[in-house]
Each structure stands twice: as structure tokens, then as C-alpha cells.
């Protein structure tokens, strides 16, 4: 984590496999940083975006930790905590007026965890792995990597026990720029 760019952090480039374990996918704007560099490039998503990259930089590794607590806390809320602006500029002005709101209906763990994450200043933020490791929210947690991977993960999957209707399917594409309605396949009309 202590070497990509923020872009890599966002839900649409985290899936799980079989096993139900996290891939990270999606390097295309990634970028190798050593530690002790700094980057000064603006790419990513604009509402995974630190501070200090919206600003044009310097930044390194800390705006990583940022774009993670901007993750956690939309799947923990179901929004994110700064609303999408339509350019860098504006989503800065935002970031920066940003007044750490977490929901008060949040444990007090992750409310922590969040506030660490998503704040201002990266000499601040919680930005080293072995801190992460130790904070309270992941209290009991082993982060052997080795271990984690031998063991599948409980998940459970929601599905359709019936087929959905043609007007309900189209709620599921209602995000896609193309019409993928057309590339579904009607067992009914096959």
C-alpha cells in the first residue's frame, strides 16, 4: 500500500475471488514511490482524491491512507464523505471546507479509524501499516498474510431465487454509459 497512487482505491477496482478474498485491480494510473519520494502528478478519482493530490502536490504514500478512508467510510455510510465535484479545483475547495463528520451511529473503533484516515494534514493521517495494525478497530484481528489466505472467508451473496422481469433488470444497468440490457440473455427467449 505504501508504494501505489490513490487511484488503485475505489470500489470499483476491488473484487472478491472464489475464496471470498479481496484482488485489487486497475494499475493503470499507478505508480512506483519509493519512500522518501514525492509525486506531483493529479490523476485518479476525483472523490478518492488526498488533499494534497487535488492541490497539484507534493504528495507520497499518506494520500493512499486518504483514498482508503474514503472508501471505508462510503461502504460503511453508503455515500461518500465529500460529494463529487466536476473538477479538481472545485473537489479541492470541497475537501478542504471537508468538516470530518462521521455518523455518530458508527463505532466508536471505525469512527476513530475514520478520523485518521480522512484527515487534512498527511503528517497527521494514519499512514504506516504497522499503526494500522494496531489500531482499535482491528483489535483481535491477525494479519498474517499467510494465514488469511489458506482460510476462505464466510460471505454470503444475495440472489434472485426468480428470474427478474425486463423493467426490473434495467435498474441494474441504470449506471452504465452503453446499453447492456442488450447483452443479457432471456432463457425464455432463447
Not at 490513490?6 to 470499483?12: A, G, L, S, T
Not at 466536476?86 to 479541492?92: C, E, Q, S, T
Request: glycine share 6%; aromatic share 12%.
Amino acid at each position: 500500500m505504501n508504494n501505489f497512487s490513490p487511484v488503485i482505491f475505489q470500489m470499483e477496482n476491488i473484487l472478491l475471488d472464489e475464496r471470498g478474498h479481496l484482488k485489487l485491480t486497475d494499475f493503470g494510473l499507478s505508480r512506483h514511490l519509493p519512500q522518501g519520494t514525492r509525486a506531483y502528478t493529479i490523476c485518479g478519482t476525483l472523490q478518492y482524491m488526498a488533499p494534497e493530490v487535488l492541490s497539484g502536490g507534493p504528495y507520497n504514500h499518506a494520500a493512499d491512507w486518504w483514498s482508503l478512508g474514503v472508501l471505508l467510510f462510503s461502504l460503511s455510510t453508503g455515500k461518500f464523505p465529500v460529494p463529487a465535484e466536476r473538477d479538481h479545483v472545485a473537489m479541492l475547495a470541497s475537501v478542504t471546507h471537508y468538516d470530518s463528520a462521521i455518523p455518530a451511529s458508527l463505532n466508536q473503533g471505525l469512527s476513530l479509524l475514520l478520523h485518521e484516515l480522512l484527515c487534512q494534514n498527511p503528517f497527521h493521517r494514519l499512514r504506516y501499516l504497522h499503526h494500522f495494525q494496531v489500531h482499535p478497530f482491528f483489535r483481535g484481528v491477525a494479519f498474517d498474510p499467510e494465514l488469511l489466505q489458506k482460510h476462505p472467508v464466510n460471505f454470503v451473496m444475495e440472489t434472485q431465487a426468480t428470474q427478474p422481469s425486463p423493467s426490473s433488470e434495467s435498474m441494474f444497468f441504470k449506471d452504465f454509459d452503453c446499453n447492456l440490457e442488450s447483452f443479457l440473455v432471456h432463457p425464455s427467449l432463447a
